[in-house]
């Protein structure tokens, strides 16, 4: 047992990461509630998802179309101040569409595009930290141990939002959520600060490298198709989330939201833990795959082929389901963690990001209008397909470069660095020794 935790004990060693990882997790806990309360709100209004999938997808394509602006900003310094300023301002527009009279439904989408712009970019800032504060064994655990540790907000934020929603109202879940991202990221800044990594990030590349022309990282294969790969499967995890909120709306039960969504990312947290525990790289292939077989399995078991007493007969479906997105979506930002350049890596997080808020914007409508068009098990069908293309598409990313093991490792593990940082292979876990894929 002592050596399956290995790669989780050397983490929890590292200085301010703990610290970090909490706070980021806390400045991003609003992001699974708010599709649940957004969807709520706008059926309350028009009694269309489709709609409803437009204004969650106008949030997510706000956060898109400026994720790698931030990331670059992110990477020039003042991370702390950006953290804030878009706490504030989203927690504004949160609280603007809560309180706008459903006479004005028209306005949703162009108000949830602009407050989206000013989402939290927690995850791609903490995100580009983790190579400066970490090294070796270290580095290659935090990816896995962040996509695992994540699975708690969508665990915890449909349960707390869901249940605003049926004790209170929409209204009053918009309203909470935008409470709960102003704290956040207030105390994410804090954590910055104390941590001392607001300044510029440091360029780690040899001088021959460091002396070429600046080109978008877009145009770099390997990580414009881990994009595509990011922008697929959130597309279809977005996908899914819709599909168990019009379940339980269709049911006129929104506290079944609270158990569904629960179920299926407990299942990804348990295979994220699980994960963190292999050792050698994680093969990226096969867990696209497993992840797209686990949302097909769900389809038979939704109407209108199967109509259940209860949707809580599919939990160990959901369940089961759930077991593969953590250790796939790992998989992913490790891979982006180890192809970007070590001075870009924000703005490579805020190209992930982008592809996420673009995936989410895309899934939201087509699912919501396969919902509308043929049912739940339509919605899932939709959201299946996403992961199926994404599982095609990985079979061409390219394995990272191996770990130089002539790298001099700091003298203090975890300490930030000035120096060059291994480019070893930023997986779910792993040595710095080469091993199989598995």
């Known amino acids: 047992m002592a050596s399956v935790l290995d790669n989780y004990r ?58 790698p602006l931030r990331g670059r900003m992110a990477d020039r310094g003042a991370s702390d101040r950006l953290v804030l300023v878009c706490g504030v301002v989203f927690s504004v527009g949160l609280t603007a569409m809560a309180l706008m009279p459903g006479s004005l439904w028209w306005a949703a989408v162009p108000l949830a595009l602009a407050t989206g712009a000013f989402g939290s970019p927690a995850n791609q800032v903490v995100r580009g930290l983790w190579p400066r504060l970490t090294r070796g064994p270290e580095r290659q655990a935090i990816y896995a141990a962040e996509a695992t540790t994540q699975e708690l907000l969508f665990v915890f934020s449909p349960i707390a939002t869901a249940a605003v929603v049926a ?21 994410f800044c804090l954590a910055l600060r104390r941590a001392g990594v607001t300044g510029p990030a440091p360029a780690e590349e040899a001088p021959e490298e460091a002396g070429r022309p600046r080109r978008s990282l877009v145009r770099i294969p390997a990580l414009a198709l881990l994009f595509v790969m990011a922008f697929l499967t959130v597309g279809g995890v977005i996908g899914m989330d819709l599909t168990i909120v019009a379940w339980a709306n269709e049911l006129n039960a929104p506290e079944y939201v609270m158990v569904l969504a629960s179920v299926w990312a407990l299942g990804s ?18 867990r696209a795959l497993a992840a797209a077989a686990g949302l097909v399995l769900l389809v ?20 089961l389901s759930g077991l593969t997105l953590a250790p796939l979506l790992a998989a992913v930002m490790g891979h982006i963690g180890d192809l970007a350049p070590s001075n870009r890596r924000s703005e490579a997080f805020g190209w992930m990001a982008s592809a996420f808020g ?23 069908a939709g959201a299946a397909m996403m992961l199926l293309v994404s599982a095609g598409t ?31 292979p930023t997986g779910t876990t792993g040595s710095p020794r080469p091993r199989p894929e598995r």
């Open 10 to 67: 050397r983490l929890f060693g590292v200085p301010h990461v703990l610290s970090l990882l909490a706070w980021s997790l806390a400045a991003r806990f609003y992001l699974p509630g708010q599709m649940i309360a957004v969807t709520f709100l706008v059926v309350e209004w028009t009694g269309s998802y489709s709609y409803a999938g437009l204004v969650a997808g106008a949030f997510t394509l706000g956060m898109a179309l400026v994720g």
């Open 167 to 187: 004790w209170a109202g929409p209204r009053e879940a918009m309203l909470v959520l935008a409470a709960l991202a102003l704290a956040g990221s207030v105390g």
């Open 269 to 286: 947290l348990v295979g994220g833990a699980v994960a963190g525990t292999f050792p050698g790289r994680p093969r990226l292939s096969r």
């Open 300 to 319: 038979p078991f939704a109407p209108p082929i199967l109509y259940l007493t209860t949707p809580l007969w599919a939990l160990p479906v959901l369940f």
């Open 358 to 380: 673009a995936g989410g914007a895309l899934a939201s409508p087509m699912v919501g209008a396969m919902i509308d068009g043929f049912g739940i098990a339509g919605g899932m």
């Open 394 to 424: 990985s079979l061409f990313v390219p394995l990272p470069a191996e770990p130089d093991d002539r790298v001099t490792r700091p003298a203090e593990p975890g300490a930030p660095t000035d120096g060059p940082a291994p480019a070893g």
